[in-house]
């Protein structure tokens, strides 16, 4: 029973993010199976970071332990945001490349929310059964944190992916920032997350940072929705 219990706080921001983004797109809802279909793709995500972020460490490009400054900062990029955005990016990519419902800018977000989230409903489950007898408290820290950070890194793929198909003119470092937008975003989130558990004395003031960041974070994914909302209705 307890073990039903860990899943279900682990899978319950995930479906409750999902569906926030599913009622965002109300002109034209993607079929239910395509998102299925975007969501188990983000699931296989997880595992191909792993592939790409463990030689990485294996060769000291990161630290396993980050102790200083820019340990962390190493280990938060090399050993999370570009390993696993640029696997949600292959499976953003596999998934829309002859997609015939992929139709509008919103489509690009939507989708690529449904993977991150994929990615991050594989990850919660694994924090949380590791963690299984603190599991209530490390499953509302990311359902306040961690789950709406993939859900935002998510918008920003999906926001210049879509430019990216629409406006093939567009110019080139929009193509270039639907890998790189979430990279920083992610990286500079975990950096800042690494960096408190390494310098305790002037842990308060980089709390309010990472708070600040987060909610500009959410600020700015809700306006990259509003535009590509617009943008459809022109």
């Not at 000291?60 to 332990?65: D, N, R």
């Not at 990286?187 to 987060?214: A, E, H, K, R």
Request: net charge positive.
């Amino acid at each position: 029973m307890n073990n039903y219990i860990i899943l279900l706080t682990a899978l319950l921001p995930i479906a409750i993010l999902i569906y926030y983004i599913y009622n965002k797109d109300k002109k034209s809802p993607e079929p239910t199976g395509q998102l299925v279909k975007a969501f188990l793709f983000g699931t296989l995500s997880a595992p191909l970071s792993l592939c790409m972020s463990t030689p990485l460490g294996l060769i000291g490009v990161y630290p396993a332990e980050a102790t200083s400054v820019f340990g962390s900062v190493s280990a938060a990029f090399f050993g999370a945001a570009i390993p696993e955005e640029t696997a949600k990016f292959l499976m953003l990519w596999l998934l829309l490349r002859k997609n015939p419902y992929f139709d509008e800018k919103m489509d690009g977000i939507v989708y690529a929310v449904c993977v991150s989230l994929g990615f991050a409903a594989l990850e919660n489950i694994m924090y949380l059964f590791t963690n299984a007898e603190a599991y209530l408290s490390v499953g509302i820290a990311r359902a306040i944190f961690a789950v709406p950070g993939h859900f935002c890194f998510g918008i920003l793929m999906g926001y210049y992916y879509s430019l990216a198909k629409f406006y093939p003119k567009t110019p080139t470092k929009n193509k270039v920032l639907i890998l790189v937008a979430p990279i920083i975003a992610h990286g500079l989130y975990d950096s800042i997350l690494f960096i408190i558990n390494v310098t305790p004395s002037i842990s308060g003031i980089l709390l309010i940072v990472f708070l600040v960041f987060c909610h500009k974070m959410w600020k700015y994914g809700s306006k990259s929705i509003q535009e590509h909302l617009k943008r459809d209705i022109c």
